[in-house]
């Protein structure tokens, strides 16, 4: 991505400690990182390595220690709490490993739900339309397989017209088949919607599909890849 790209989150020598039984942990040490406006990042990396952290700060669910986090510009590291709460809910949209949908609510209803929540969502049954999800949208998350309810979670992320999706494993769960159906829908939010998708994955395979790839190696940046042509989702193998 190059410099006429405009930047939407920018953090800077970013730090995030626990504190654990027996001390402090470092979780994060000195993360300074652009994500830019339409692109798709994937954050690469082993298991403990901090990228669950830097995805749950970059979206309001977790604070930094240290550091400073930008959002359009502005100084976004200590925000308000009503501040947090317009930020998850008209920002950013969060798709997760394990889906998360709610049993009782079909997979309309699940979109729905969140739509309702948001003044200028966009309407369910286009997001799951886009999802690929028409024909299954009164079903139950139990009557759908992982693939599709992850579709569903997508869609519910999708429907607010968020300027961000953050995703944290979203196919580790799921099949190299479903995983492919999964990794489409991303890539045509990416390219049709112009939204900005950070993705979370330990497949280094799947970062090939993204414009840049972020490594973090125990709570730092080893090395970010810009990727000049992304493989599409169907060209993947695992
Ligand atoms: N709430 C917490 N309290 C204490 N330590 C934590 C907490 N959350 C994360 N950690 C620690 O911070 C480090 C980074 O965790 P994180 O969840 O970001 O890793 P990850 O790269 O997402 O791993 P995985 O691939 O297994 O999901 C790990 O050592 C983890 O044990
Ligand atoms: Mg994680």
């Known amino acids: 991505m190059s410099e006429d790209k405009k930047v939407i989150i920018s953090l800077k020598d970013v730090t995030r400690e626990f504190n654990t039984g027996d001390g402090k942990l470092e979780a994060l040490k000195a993360i300074s990182l652009d994500i830019y406006e339409g692109e798709f990042v994937a954050i690469l990396g082993e298991s403990g390595c901090g990228k669950t952290t830097i995805l749950n700060i970059m979206g309001g669910m977790d604070h930094l220690t240290n550091g400073t986090m ?35 609510l079909t997979a309309l209803e699940n979109v729905t739900f969140v739509a309702e929540l948001i003044p200028d969502s966009m309407p369910p049954e286009e997001a799951i339309e886009m999802v690929g999800l028409s024909e299954r949208k009164n079903n139950y998350p139990s009557q759908m397989s992982g693939g599709q309810q992850q579709r569903v979670s997508i869609a519910r992320a999708v429907c607010k017209r968020p300027r961000l999706i953050l995703a944290d494993e979203p196919t580790a769960a799921l099949d190299f088949t479903t995983s492919i159906e999964v990794l489409q829908v991303f890539e045509n939010i990416v390219k049709q919607n112009k939204t900005t998708v950070v993705m979370v994955t330990h497949n280094n395979e799947i970062s090939k599909m993204a ?28």
């Open 70 to 104: 930008f959002l359009d510009g502005k100084d976004f590291s200590h925000p308000s709490p009503d501040e947090l709460t317009a930020y998850r809910r008209n920002y950013i949209g969060f798709v997760f490993q394990d889906y998360h949908l709610m049993p009782n």
């Open 211 to 238: 414009n840049r790839v972020i490594r973090i190696k125990d709570g730092q940046i080893a090395e970010i890849i810009e990727n000049h042509s992304p493989s599409s989702a169907t060209d993947l193998s695992w």
